[in-house]
């Protein structure tokens, strides 16, 4: 079951604390952004904690998918 986090209007380190409450069980994470910082930083702790990531979009608002390893 993929779980959504809405991460939007948020500014660091906001988005990496939502997505760290939801990370542990999960396997299949959509997270919204709407900063390339966010993503860069998203990014390094998911894949830190075993996640492959993928993001589209731009523009102010990015989707990131991240699947567990």
Same mark, same amino acid.
């Given at each position: 079951?993929?779980?959504?986090?809405?991460?939007?209007?948020?500014?660091?380190?906001?988005?990496?604390?939502?997505?760290?409450?939801?990370?542990?069980?999960?396997?299949?994470?959509?997270?919204?952004?709407?900063?390339?910082?966010?993503?860069?930083?998203?990014?390094?702790?998911?894949?830190?904690?075993?996640?492959?990531?993928?993001?589209? !979009? !731009?523009?102010?608002?990015?989707?990131?998918?991240?699947?567990?390893?």
């Amino acid at each position: 079951m993929k779980i959504t986090v809405d991460a939007l209007g948020l500014s660091c380190p906001e988005p990496v604390l939502k997505l760290k409450k939801v990370i542990g069980g999960a396997k299949d994470i959509e997270l919204l952004v709407d900063s390339r910082s966010c993503v860069e930083n998203c990014t390094r702790f998911a894949e830190s904690k075993g996640f492959a990531v993928s993001v589209s !979009g !731009g523009r102010g608002q990015y989707v990131m998918t991240l699947k567990k390893k």
